[in-house]
């Protein structure tokens, strides 16, 4: 008589590698393939969490001396970040090229049958506050190359709205690494349990609440905000128990920092466009689009103030664009705000 077959174990213990073989990260197309492409984005998450977490006591604070394409001073663990990546995602033949804000150009990595994805990627984000013990980050996203593997990675390849996305997620270097991630259905998170050296799934099913009550934008700009923006920072902060106001303020000044609050805990983070930055400051490829995948695919929603991040259609690498994220009520209500001016 056959033992009767027992229901699965509580979810412990599963690794990321597990999650997706096992087919529970919820996209039949995630295959071996993409194991193997998010193995190494992970191992590269490994070794930038050892360099993060030594940094104050190996010489990789400070700045390198050099300035990036944005123009900004670029840390030592920035430029450390960005060649762990690409030394890594250079193995196993799965990369065929990587868009990562410290450089200039796409990098091209492999022209093997198998390179069919391109990542895009802030290998280090939040760098101002690396010196300071400030949470930072590492923001990506997966794209399939429109040409068949084994062609080199073109412009086309990249060049896209964030929609065609087919994974994309962020690691959070804080009190605990964590790795959120997602396929486009559901949204889910891992913690790297350092004595085994393991991501384990910590967070199934992340949504994003429909109505928050947190908002996160650097009031210093406030004098160079539009006078809709100047107008919903007002009303956020007036007295009404009806619609949980004043909300709370939370600002890190790292995306991911304040991305991953507000997509545990609903509310919004906004960096809008002003006199300083009319395009905003945010980068749509590897900043904008990524973030907007995932707090889409939680139930959230993500727009540049009045249209839909994911239907932006890039037309440079290193564009900007202005940001909000967050619950969809809140984020309604910004765009509303715009509207009216
Ligand atoms: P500000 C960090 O430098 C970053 O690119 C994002 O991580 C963050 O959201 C934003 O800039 C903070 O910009 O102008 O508020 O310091």
Redesign the pocket.
């Known amino acids: 008589m056959s033992a009767s077959i027992q229901p699965p174990p509580p979810k412990l213990g599963i690794t990321l590698e597990t999650y997706i073989m096992e087919g529970m990260i919820g996209s039949p197309g995630a295959t071996g393939h993409f194991t193997s492409l998010l193995n190494q984005v992970c191992l590269a998450a490994r070794m930038i969490t050892a360099h993060v977490r030594a940094a104050g006591l190996a010489d990789v604070l400070g700045y390198t001396g050099q300035t990036n394409v944005q123009g900004e001073a670029v840390q030592k663990l920035d430029e450390l970040a960005n060649n762990t990546l690409r030394s890594v995602l250079s193995r196993r033949g799965h990369c065929a090229a990587i868009v990562s804000e410290e450089d200039d150009e796409m990098t091209p990595i492999s022209d093997d049958p198998r390179a069919k994805y391109v990542v895009v990627v802030d290998p280090l984000?939040?760098?101002?506050n690396i010196d300071c013990n400030v949470a930072i980050g590492t923001i990506f996203g997966i794209l399939k190359k429109r040409g068949e593997g084994g062609l080199p990675a073109t412009k086309d390849d990249v060049l896209r709205p964030g929609r065609d996305l087919l994974c994309a997620g962020y690691l959070l270097y804080s009190a605990q690494t964590m790795l959120v991630l997602t396929f486009g259905r559901g949204v889910h998170g891992f913690t790297y349990d350092p004595g085994v050296g393991e991501f384990f799934l910590s967070h199934e099913n992340i949504r994003c609440p429909e109505k928050g009550s947190v908002y996160s934008i650097?009031g210093?700009?406030s004098t160079r905000w539009s006078a809709g923006v100047r107008k919903w920072a007002a009303w956020i902060k007036e007295e009404d128990k009806a619609t949980s106001r004043p909300y709370s303020s939370r600002y890190v000044?790292?995306?991911?920092a304040?991305a991953h609050r507000t997509l545990l805990k609903g509310g919004i983070f906004a960096?809008p466009a002003d006199t300083k930055s009319p395009k905003g400051?945010?980068r749509l490829l590897y900043?904008a689009n990524p973030m907007a995948y995932i707090f889409e695919a939680a139930g959230g929603a993500a727009t540049d103030g009045t249209s839909r991040i994911l239907d932006l259609q890039p037309t440079e690498t290193h564009e900007r664009t202005p940001l909000v994220l967050g619950s969809r009520e809140d984020v309604e209500t910004f765009a509303r705000f715009l509207r009216e001016g």
């Open positions: 984000d939040g760098s101002s650097n210093g700009n000044g790292s995306l991911v304040d960096y400051k945010l900043e």
